[in-house]
């Protein structure tokens, strides 16, 4: 499904374009070189405290635009920095004046007069502008026409060239925001490749993965130069506008050239892989609080495992039909580490004075009452090591843990498809078949986390 942000994309049809701003300068009379920076970014936003306001000091910031309106990717916003290169943070200021690039190009350094402006957070991110009132709440809006020359300067330097940022998906941080990056071995995702840049009108996600399967999400405007040409098919770099909410991360180019894949596609990344050294280590229904249940596998391998495609199915009592699973995708256990799941993991924590890795629902394979059986299952579908018996109530069995705990013996090191009974320390409220009659209380009794 296509969501819409509102991150100023362009949102409206703008009537002409910007010229490439290496090919000119700002003419004499537009430009200025008698203000001067007063302020830093950090302390203009330390002004912010939890509420809108209007900055009253004569502080003047100084920065280097970064974003451009030519291809109508942009609209009626400046993003800029503090440094044409390595720049320690950016900002923004939301104007209403179209073709902003013919007053502002890519590189100007702009110097800008604060009193009478406003500054403002939404999902995270501070901005500047005038104020916009609406159902009753009044938040950061663009800056009138006729109020931008008054605040908005251009420097009579020669234009900076701007170095982007280069940077890995998983290297991003907020100071990044709103500065100009570059990404390497990028590549739309497979699903979008017979996709336009963006829906006619809209605010349209597209989705970028580079080669380690880390993932990006493209914002383009609907009213873009470039809207309804084809998203490219290759691989290489691509450069815009670092923009965020909250914790997401978002990129925004600024004209099609910001985009080179001329190279072939990411070799297919494998995130499947099987391991008999995942099994269960430890299943508990604690005596006297059946909320402070869970489950527990251990991989006794020296190295990671990604778990994608791995998943625990629960057969409740004499059930040989699945009764419920978790998925495990998208979790990786350390080597020689647990993974603890609980379904209740505010209780968990009460109980145990730490949070799970994993919360999950009731009834599922972290919630049996002692009586179930489960499997842990590959993501081939192979059977890796299982509890108790399918088709089997396992009470008056030997794998009954009812108000009890089931314990793997520290010697065991890889998972078994075939439940044997000898494996296991198991306690219960019968001790029947040879498992231990010792109801176990938590926390006392029990040791997630830890395997021994």
Partial sequence: MIKIRSLSIGTCVLLSSCVNTNEFEPAESNCT??????????????????EIVQIQEDWVIEGYVVSSDRAKNFFSVLHFQDSPINPSEGFQIEIDV?????????GSRIL??????????SKDV????GTFAAFGTTSVGRLPSLMVPEHIFVSCD?????????VAISELNATMTNTLVRFRDMEVVEEELDSIFAVKGEGTERHLIDCSDHGLTLLNSGFSDFQAEPLPQGKGSITGVLLRENDDYFLAIRDKADIDFGNERCAALITEFTSNALFFSELADPNNNAD?????????????????GWSIRRYTNANTDISSTIDLTGWVIDAESTLVISPNATAFETVYGFPPD????????????????????????????????????????NHEFEDGRAVRNPEISTGNPTY??????????????????????????FSPGSRN
């Fill in 33 to 50: 070189s008698d203000i001067a920076a007063n302020v830093t970014f950090s302390e203009v936003k330390s002004l912010y405290q939890g």
């Fill in 98 to 106: 179209r073709d902003n690039c013919l007053l502002f190009p890519e």
């Fill in 112 to 121: 800008i007069k604060l009193k009478g402006l406003y500054l403002g957070q």
């Fill in 126 to 129: 501070f901005k500047l502008g």
């Fill in 158 to 166: 020669a234009f900076a060239d701007i170095v982007p940022w280069e």
């Fill in 292 to 308: 402070a249940r869970f489950l527990e596998l251990y991989n006794s391998a020296d190295m990671p495992l990604d778990l994608n």
């Fill in 358 to 397: 994993l919360g999950v629902g009731t009834n599922s394979p972290a919630d049996s009452n002692g009586d179930d059986n489960l499997e842990l299952v590959d993501p081939f579908g192979t059977v890796i090591d299982v509890f108790g018996v399918v088709g089997e109530d396992g009470s008056g069995t």
């Fill in 420 to 445: 044997t009974f000898l494996e296991w320390t198991i306690f219960n409220d019968s001790g029947r078949a040879g498992t231990l009659n010792q109801p176990q209380n938590a926390p006392e009794d």
